[in-house]
């Protein structure tokens, strides 16, 4: 059915989430929540707006992200803000900010929530969308990274999701990058003609990004040229061969892709993106991105720490479950206590049995905002409750709610400080009985 046209609608690219997706995400946090605890990755939340030049610097001012895609904003008190369009530089700051290069290393920090960019609004692209993000603050190991990727496999595997692949590459890092990058620049300018127009724009100011070209005539001169493999440094080239010999041993399904450089500057030596083994050849849909950034704390707090660290799109996942018919429901305990009201006293005497219900783990079912008994009764019988308790103006005062069993329609009066203890023994009974 055509919605029709509301003058206050959701901006451009961005949604409501509704009750039924909510437990969608519900599910992946969930899930997320408890790998990070028990991988020992510390939860922490940022502000969604920051400073706007932390991601000038850090997610760098050539990237399509600053270039385009940032929500600015000034305030009153004339500060330059951005809504952020990634945690990474965020997180980056934080661990300074709070003296977290005082704590054991390495600072394994965990996030998620809603980030923001001003994108063409796309499947699986919109302009507020949300991650959950793992970073490691402080190691150089090939294993830091590893473990990142092994993490999110392991929380794709728990959400039901089998056919993925890990796409990996090493980019170098300032030892052996500039030497690839002349190269690159010199073979690129030798075919710039065929290159696509943003690619023409890219070979000046950031020739790697011509390598992950999406159009077919920039791929064919990409597929002919100089591979960054092939340049690594000494350091660069081991570190990268340990990563791999890791997700081997781990029996992680991974493909090299030479042509991986992933769009934000900060990356060295390891990038990777996990991506649906059926978008593989197209690569538009990247459940999860991240890789190593050894430059980048240097850029913000002036100290030299390696980090790495990954990002998973909370709605690629989502969406891709709900491709693959993956389903979330969680078995919801279906109330088998209604409780009716009759006046005002009734009503507040209902909320404080409904808290001593959910105490007790008994989970009821009302309807506060009505006032008719036959009424209660009715929508009672339709959820095919067990038992409804009644409570008027003379069950308040007497303190002794009625309590009738809708399959017999017998009732009787129940004291107050006896209620919960009665019907949690007529529900016992009747479950054995059901059992029989
Ligand atoms: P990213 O590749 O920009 O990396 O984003 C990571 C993931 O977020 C993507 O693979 C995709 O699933 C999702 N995503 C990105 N943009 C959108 C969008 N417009 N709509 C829906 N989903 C989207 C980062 O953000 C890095 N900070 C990851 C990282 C963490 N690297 C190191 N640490």
Redesign the pocket.
């Known amino acids: 059915m055509k919605k029709p046209r509301l003058k206050f609608q959701t901006p451009t690219?961005m949604r409501d989430i509704l009750p039924e997706e909510e437990a969608y995400y519900e599910r992946v946090y969930s899930i997320a929540d408890q790998y990070a605890d028990f991988y020992g990755f510390k939860k922490i939340e940022t502000p969604i707006l920051e400073d706007y030049e932390l991601f000038v610097k850090s997610?760098g001012p050539t990237t399509d992200?600053v270039e385009k895609q940032m929500y600015l904003l000034k305030t009153k008190g004339g500060e330059y803000l951005a809504l952020r369009?990634?945690?990474?530089?965020s997180l980056a700051r934080s661990y300074f900010e709070n003296g977290m290069v005082a704590w054991p290393h390495p600072v394994k920090l965990y996030t998620r929530g809603p980030?923001f960019?001003y994108?063409r609004p796309q499947a699986?692209?919109?302009?507020q969308?949300?991650?959950i993000?793992?970073?490691t603050f402080g190691s150089k190991k090939p294993i830091a990274e590893v473990e990142?990727i092994w993490l999110f496999v392991k929380i794709l595997e728990k959400l039901g999701i089998k056919n993925i692949v890990v796409e990996i590459n090493s980019i170098g890092d300032s030892q052996c990058r500039p030497y690839y990058k002349k190269v690159l620049t010199r073979y690129l300018k030798r075919n710039e003609t065929a290159l696509c127009a943003t690619c023409r724009k890219r070979l000046k100011r950031n020739p790697l990004r011509v390598l992950d070209c999406k159009e077919v005539r920039c791929q064919k001169i990409v597929k002919q040229g100089p591979q960054i493999v092939d340049y690594l440094c000494e350091e660069c080239h081991d570190h990268f061969e340990k990563v791999l010999e890791y997700l081997e041993a781990l029996g992680i399904p991974y493909i090299l892709n030479p042509y991986l450089v992933?769009?934000?500057d900060?990356?060295t030596k390891t990038v990777f993106?996990?991506i649906p083994q059926k978008d593989q050849e197209t690569r538009q849909?990247?459940?999860?991105?991240?890789?190593?950034?050894d430059g980048l704390l240097k850029l913000i707090g002036k100290q030299d720490i390696p980090?790495?660290?990954?990002?998973?799109?909370?709605?690629?996942?989502i969406d891709f479950l709900k491709e693959e018919n993956i389903s979330v429901k969680r078995k919801e305990s279906t109330p088998e206590i209604f409780i009716a009201q009759l006046g005002d006293e009734a009503k507040i005497e209902s909320l404080k049995l409904i808290e001593e219900f959910q105490k007790a783990k008994i989970p009821v079912t009302f309807q506060l905002s009505r006032d008719s008994l036959t009424n209660q009764l009715k929508i009672a019988n339709r959820k095919k409750v067990k038992y409804v308790i009644i409570i008027g103006k003379e069950e308040v005062l007497k303190k002794a709610p009625i309590l009738r069993n809708m399959e017999t329609g017998d009732q009787k009066s129940v004291p107050r400080n006896r209620l919960i203890k009665e019907v949690k023994n007529a529900l016992k009974k009747e479950k054995r009985t059901r059992l029989k």
């Open positions: 690219g997610t992200i369009p990634e945690f990474t530089p980030l960019r994108e699986g692209r919109y302009r969308f949300h991650q993000n793992f970073e990142i992933r769009g934000l900060y990356y993106e996990i849909s990247a459940l999860v991105g991240g890789g190593r950034y980090a790495c660290g990954g990002a998973g799109g909370v709605e690629r996942i």
